[in-house]
């Protein structure tokens, strides 16, 4: 079996302090094989954020994959942000923006959502171009058969209310159809502070899509729910078990995430 730990939104600079070290302790007890962080590490990009936050995460029990979310760029220093958004991510955390990885059992790729500029009034949202896209493409297209495969993001590939529906990312229903068609299984990501799972058909009638979705892990910037993180079981088989862990004040509990729809396995294609 594998294990991944699914963090999201941790929010160097807005974390509750009584959290971080209750949740390393957490990790550490359930023995996860890959930490996998879907983005926004900081709260506004400050070096001493990112400090922070790679001192955490090399604190864990275990290797991280990490992409970048829209607050780990520059919200403040214009020039910096037009002209090199990502240089205190290098700097700090790494080079790579999309990275992959590919195991014997699990195959991720890592996809980079963020945009220093866009047309909409709210640049927080995000984004994926037709070129980065076909990149995307190429790279599922050249895995090995076996590995469940994974796409990591940061922006909302699906809303769980209609109010959100400005929020979810641009080209999310393109880069869905094309993931089922390379036959991803677990798309994950962040961004909305809510945790839930969204069941899609997969390339398989009994293979779904999961399209998984972190709370925020240790920051106070709450949308009405408890921090949390994902535990996700894969099984030798490919079979995967999603378990949500919720902070209730004194301890992480259990809290099987919810699947919001159940389509057919003969359903139409996202």
């Known amino acids: ?32 094989d890959l930490i996998v962080v879907s983005g926004d590490l900081t709260l506004a990009a400050r070096s001493h954020e990112f400090h922070e936050a790679a001192r955490f995460l090399h604190a864990l ?13 520059p919200s403040y220093q214009a020039m910096e942000r037009m002209m090199d958004p990502f240089r205190r991510w290098r700097r700090h955390i790494g080079s790579d923006l999309e990275p992959m990885l590919v195991g014997d059992r699990v195959a991720l790729i890592g996809l980079n959502s963020v945009r220093r500029a866009s047309w909409r009034l709210n640049w927080s ?11 995307l493409e190429e790279r599922l297209a050249g895995l090995p058969e076996g590995p ?20 979810v990312l641009r080209r999310s229903d ?6 089922r068609r390379h ?3 677990l798309v994950l990501a962040g961004h909305l502070h809510r945790a839930f ?3 899609l058909p997969g390339s398989e009638p009994d293979r779904p899509m999961l399209v998984v979705h972190g709370g925020t892990s240790i920051s106070t910037r709450l949308r009405g729910e408890a921090n ?3 535990l996700i079981d894969i099984d030798e088989a490919g079979g995967i078990r999603i378990e949500g862990r919720v902070w209730a004040g004194d301890g992480w509990s259990t809290q099987a995430a919810p699947i919001l729809s159940r389509p057919r396995p003969d359903g139409p294609a996202p």
């Open 1 to 32: 079996m594998t294990r991944l730990a699914h963090l999201s939104d941790l929010h160097f600079g807005r974390t509750d302090a009584r959290l971080i070290e209750p949740l390393r302790e957490e990790l550490v007890r359930a023995k996860p």
């Open 228 to 230: 949390a993180f994902n």
């Open 197 to 199: 799972v969204h069941e």
């Open 148 to 167: 469940v495969r994974v796409v990591v993001g940061h922006h909302p590939f699906f809303a769980p209310e209609p109010l959100l529906q400005n929020r």
């Open 61 to 73: 029990p275990a290797p991280c994959f990490l992409v970048p979310g829209n607050h780990d760029i």
């Open 125 to 135: 949202h995000g984004r994926i171009g037709r070129r980065q896209l076909a990149r």
């Open 174 to 179: 393109e880069a869905l159809t094309m993931f």
């Open 183 to 185: 036959g991803v299984r």
